[in-house]
């Protein structure tokens, strides 16, 4: 296919379209201003996960760890990819009966999950406080290292045929992509930028979200499971200006990841101190002994996150489409997101059914 694209963005959803793209014979070049991998890639937890809060998060976030789950006999150690599983922890009956439904939900969908009981639950994660009802755990999620996943994505890209160009992305024109340096002249642009891609197409019902992360020193096994609270897609989802949920990772390196929060209306990098706080005071109520654990770094960074907390994949004008706004998601659903739109370029019928993705559902509203 003699079909042109530039590729505006190397985060991981940019480097999985790139794959996507060049593996169905199209001439791809991706524009990156700083670090592949860099930007909200490097600042996520890695995690891969079925979310099941609506019927098009299940879908996406089902195909998409399948897809990740094809590539493990090519995937590169550098990857670091852990078979960790999810473990949702219920902290009392109504929240283990939240485990329930879920696990059904899953049963009916082909997801095998397992529900345990308050000792089941402490034999799986012994540093958990005493006294919480039980969980579910999903075996089939996993843990990954997103930046270098991106990178080895783009490396399959670029052996192919691909190219990278350093650069800063001024317009998408009609007809090319214009950079500071020059003009990148394609069939199809498209936006894979995150929260950045209102500068280009302020209209989209996008808002950046930030997030803070901590990450310790070693301590092998203190985790095993990446966990996250039944109340997290409470707070993931709250439309209040903060919020925190526990929400902890097992690292290969034996190091252990700690989030998570959300905040609107903030722009600056800089760490919130009170938010944090109460970020760890909450993983704390939930693993007394991480408050021992000697802290390495603190950061942040920014979620695009949609009104209807599901990305934007597809055409947005003519010539130009988008792979943007998928929250705290955008790692596990990058496979997904590539595929679908791989699919809409090439005009093949999609595994999965596309328009709750397609920008237009928005028709031009703000984010809100």
């Known amino acids: 296919?003699?079909?042109?694209?530039?590729?505006?963005?190397?985060?991981?959803?940019?480097?999985?379209i790139a794959a996507a793209l060049t593996n169905a014979g199209v001439g791809v070049t991706i524009v990156e201003r700083a670090q592949v991998g860099g930007g909200a890639t490097a600042a996520g937890?890695?995690?891969?996960?079925v979310m099941d809060d609506s019927e098009?998060?299940?879908?996406?976030?089902?195909?998409?760890?399948?897809?990740?789950?094809?590539?493990?006999?090519?995937?590169?150690?550098?990857?670091?990819?852990?078979?960790?599983?999810?473990?949702?922890?219920?902290?009392?009956?109504?929240e283990l009966q939240a485990c329930r439904q879920k696990q059904r939900y899953y049963d009916d969908h082909q997801v095998v999950s397992e529900l345990l009981d308050e000792k089941a639950l402490r034999e799986?994660?012994?540093?958990?406080?005493?006294?919480?009802a039980g969980g579910l755990l999903v075996p089939g999620d996993s843990v990954i290292y997103a930046p270098t996943a991106a990178r080895w994505l783009l490396d399959h890209a670029l052996e192919g045929g691909a190219t990278l160009v350093k650069g800063e992305v001024e317009a998408f024109e009609?007809?090319?992509?214009?950079?500071?340096?020059q003009r990148l002249a394609c069939d199809i642009?498209?936006?894979?930028?995150?929260?950045?891609?209102?500068?280009?197409?302020?209209?989209?019902?996008?808002?950046?979200?930030?997030g803070h992360l901590v990450i310790t020193d070693r301590y092998p096994y203190f985790v095993r499971h990446q966990l996250v609270e039944l109340g997290y897609l409470k707070s993931a989802h709250s439309h209040s200006t903060e919020s925190v949920a526990f929400n902890v990772q097992p690292r290969r390196t034996g190091q252990v990841l700690i989030g998570s929060s959300r905040e609107y209306d903030q722009t600056g990098s800089e760490l919130n101190d009170s938010l944090?706080?109460?970020?760890?005071?909450?993983?704390?109520?939930?693993?007394?002994?991480?408050?021992?654990?000697?802290?390495?770094?603190?950061?942040?960074?920014?979620?695009?996150?949609?009104?209807?907390?599901?990305?934007?994949?597809?055409?947005?004008?003519?010539?130009?489409?988008?792979?943007?706004?998928?929250?705290g998601l955008g790692i596990t659903t990058s496979l997904g997101t590539a595929r679908i739109l791989a699919d809409q370029i090439l005009q093949r019928r999609p595994d999965i059914p596309i328009a709750p993705y397609l920008p237009s559902r928005f028709d031009g509203r703000e984010a809100s």
Not at 124 to 132: R, T, V
Request: charged letters at 15%.
């Open 1 to 16: 296919m003699s079909t042109e694209v530039v590729i505006a963005g190397a985060g991981i959803v940019g480097a999985a």
């Open 45 to 49: 937890m890695g995690h891969i996960v």
């Open 56 to 94: 098009a998060q299940f879908a996406l976030t089902k195909y998409s760890r399948d897809l990740w789950q094809s590539l493990l006999e090519v995937m590169p150690a550098a990857v670091e990819y852990e078979p960790a599983g999810t473990l949702w922890v219920a902290v009392d009956e109504e």
């Open 124 to 132: 799986a994660e012994p540093n958990l406080a005493p006294g919480m």
């Open 174 to 181: 009609s007809g090319g992509v214009r950079l500071s340096s």
């Open 189 to 210: 642009a498209i936006c894979a930028l995150g929260t950045a891609a209102t500068k280009f197409f302020p209209h989209l019902a996008v808002k950046p979200r930030k």
């Open 276 to 327: 944090l706080r109460q970020m760890l005071e909450r993983a704390a109520l939930y693993m007394p002994d991480l408050a021992n654990l000697n802290i390495l770094r603190m950061w942040t960074g920014f979620r695009a996150a949609t009104p209807d907390k599901l990305p934007l994949i597809g055409l947005t004008r003519p010539g130009v489409y988008l792979a943007t706004g998928h929250e």
